[in-house]
């Protein structure tokens, strides 16, 4: 039997005000779980694990309420949020496999 990838849908804030390199923290996440999670720009309409806000500062003012997940949303809102991010997916993907 094949594993499923875990979905993980990516929405970015607008961008007005970036304290960090948003696309390169994605980028260190990808590099964790390229095995495991299938990370996709958000559509509405479509089902994800997770949802993942990127926002560029600490406001992450994206708005995210017409997107559907079964874990929840994760916000990040630095690169210091990357460990606490890891922490998410990892307890989805043990929630997954049970």
Do not use: W
Not at 34 to 39: K, P, R
Not at 69 to 79: I, Q
Not at 80 to 94: D, H, P, Q, V
């Amino acid at each position: 039997m094949t594993k499923s990838m875990t979905r993980l849908g990516v929405k970015y804030c607008g961008g007005c005000n970036p304290r960090y390199d948003r696309a390169q923290a994605l980028s260190k996440l990808k590099a964790v779980y390229e095995d495991e999670c299938v990370f996709e720009h958000a559509a509405e309409g479509t089902d994800y694990d997770m949802l993942l806000v990127i926002g560029g500062c600490s406001s992450c003012c994206a708005s995210y309420e017409n997107y559907m997940t079964e874990f929840g949303v994760a916000k990040m809102r630095g690169e210091s949020c990357i460990e606490e991010i890891i922490l998410r997916i990892e307890k989805l993907l043990e929630e997954k496999n049970k």
